[in-house]
């Protein structure tokens, strides 16, 4: 299991457009990935798990991932949450 914590840093925050392309890139991935968020844990693939958490620039998340290619997910997502 991989697990890292990023500050989100795109500028609209994860509104439904930032959403779908982060459920993109997390469905391109054999592993299991999960974010968190205060009290709350979504399955990263799911776009209306992922629109409950509400993130806004700044926040603070901790992207999760337990498979094969586990590294590479989470590396892909915390570059497309920090706004690489």
């Known amino acids: 299991m991989t697990r890292e914590t990023v500050i989100v840093g795109l500028p609209k925050g994860m509104e439904s457009r930032p959403v779908a392309i982060l ?3 997390a469905s391109q991935y054999r592993s299991k990935i999960y974010l968190e968020c205060v ?3 979504v399955n990263a693939k799911s776009i209306m798990g992922m629109m409950t958490l509400g993130l806004d620039k700044g926040d603070r998340i901790v992207v999760e991932a337990d498979g094969e290619d586990e590294e590479t997910a ?3 997502l915390i570059s497309y949450l920090k706004n690489e």
Do not use: P, S
Request: proline share 0%; net charge positive; no cysteine.
């Open 74 to 76: 989470v590396g892909a």
């Open 39 to 41: 009290n709350k844990r």
């Open 23 to 25: 459920v993109q890139i």
